[in-house]
T-cell receptor
Framework: GAGVSQSPSNKVTEKGKDVELRCDPI?????LYWYRQSLGQGLEFLIY????????KSGLPSDRFSAERTGGSVSTLTIQRTQQEDSAVYLC?????????????FGPGTRLLVL | GENVEQHPSTLSVQEGDSAVIKCTYS??????FPWYKQELGKRPQLIID?????GEKKDQRIAVTLNKTAKHFSLHITETQPEDSAVYFC??????????FGKGTLLTVNP
């Protein structure tokens, strides 16, 4: 079946501009995660959505970052007034939450470059 | 919160040799430990996982061991092949939804 998809695959923007990154999770997966991966680094947790519960935003690095998930499916990560240090690969993952930890399936990521 | 340390950061082996990557975790409540493989420019993909009710799990050339007392778990790859070259990430998670990832190991298998 279809996996997690993300768009755009690449985004080049100028410092100070806003960007929106989109994630389409696997159908039926109630849990959705956003991570940031800087060059040669691990996966930095940003935000988590689970069903209709309030999202866990504890990983968002600043108030320039926000995310929403509409209808329990598609999610959008928005970065306002982008800075050069925001350049990274932004990965989305979804999981079939069944009351405990389950496998997270990753999308291909959006490679963001802020000039 | 959970802290996961991963070693080594880089590992180079000859084709056919074994490779071992080790991770330690801090939260004794963690009970789920997946390993992901990420090839250059690709998404992380799960290769094997283990839960705290077992000590070892094997899938063909890949095995994972878990020592709950010492709070460490390891990935073992036998008979390595060039296509095993990638970055490998360990992660740990508990009864909540979060996974904490290690910083990754770049494995290079030389033909």
């Amino acid at each position: 079946g279809a996996g997690v998809s993300q768009s755009p695959s690449n985004k080049v923007t100028e410092k100070g501009k806003d960007v929106e990154l989109r994630c389409d999770p696997i159908s039926g997966h109630t849990a959705l995660y956003w991570y940031r991966q800087s060059l040669g680094q691990g996966l930095e947790f940003l935000i988590y959505f689970q069903g209709n519960s309030a999202p866990d935003k504890s990983g968002l690095p600043s108030d320039r970052f926000s995310a929403e998930r509409t209808g329990g499916s598609v999610s959008t990560l928005t970065i306002q007034r982008t800075q050069q240090e925001d350049s990274a690969v932004y990965l989305c993952a979804s999981s079939p939450w069944e009351g405990g930890q389950e496998t997270q399936y990753f999308g291909p990521g959006t490679r963001l470059l802020v000039l | 919160g959970e802290n996961v340390e991963q070693h080594p950061s880089t590992l180079s082996v000859q084709e056919g040799d074994s490779a071992v990557i080790k991770c330690t975790y801090s939260d004794s409540a963690s009970n789920y430990f997946p390993w992901y493989k990420q090839e250059l420019g690709k998404r992380p993909q799960l290769i094997i996982d283990i839960r705290s009710n077992v000590g070892e799990k094997k899938d063909q050339r890949i095995a994972v061991t878990l020592n709950k007392t010492a709070k460490h778990f390891s990935l073992h790859i036998t008979e390595t092949q060039p296509e095993d070259s990638a970055v490998y990430f360990c992660a740990g998670g508990g009864s909540n939804y979060k996974l904490t990832f290690g910083k990754g190991t770049l494995l290079t298998v030389n033909p």
